[in-house]
């Protein structure tokens, strides 16, 4: 998916937010297949199992057995028809989760080769406050951040001053 070309700005952000709410003690299951962040967590010492691709919109049963203290989903949710649904399958305490942003300037993410590539929700922040909330999740602490690029043109620019990120800690 990424070709060696990490979003390293994203995934710096992402583990600080990560090693501030969860202690390395606690078992995490993150939704998504294996990943390269989910590499990043074993290296920093999280013990990490992924759900197997599955259809989080219909299948929960990875989310169900799991025993793991803590559920992260990082930029999984806009992928999902109905997101309520598995979040309030999971039977963790903790959930750390992010999204990318709707951009005001810029249309709904489409893959037109890879199905599961493609963004059915792109939420605001409230959005997805309100999601978790209705689905049972107390948020605790949240942050977001920019994500610019080194093209020219008037999206570049405003890509700058234009949070793209949000992450969440949330608890039950």
């Excluded at 003690?25 to 294996?34: A, F, K, P, Q, R």
């Excluded at 590499?39 to 057995?65: A, C, H, P």
Aim: hydrophobic share 35%.
């Amino acid at each position: 998916m990424y070709e060696n070309n990490f979003p390293n700005k994203r995934y710096k952000h992402t583990l600080a937010f990560l090693q501030k709410h969860v202690p390395v003690s606690e078992t995490i299951l993150d939704l998504g297949v294996d990943n390269p962040f989910s590499n990043i967590m074993r290296e920093q010492g999280f013990s990490v199992e992924n759900t197997k691709g599955e259809d989080l919109d219909i299948d929960f049963s990875s989310v169900r057995q799991s025993k793991a203290e803590v559920v992260t989903a990082f930029e999984i949710f806009e992928h999902l028809v109905a997101p309520f649904n598995v979040l309030k399958e999971i039977k963790s305490k903790k959930l750390v989760a992010s999204i990318p942003m709707r951009l005001w300037f810029s249309s709904a993410y489409r893959s037109k080769t890879d199905p599961w590539d493609r963004h059915y929700h792109e939420f605001e922040d409230w959005q997805f406050d309100w999601l978790l909330e209705k689905s049972g999740w107390k948020i605790k602490d949240t942050a977001k951040w920019t994500n610019p690029t080194k093209k020219i043109g008037v999206r570049p620019l405003l890509r700058h001053f234009t949070n793209r990120y949000y992450i969440v800690y949330a608890e039950r």
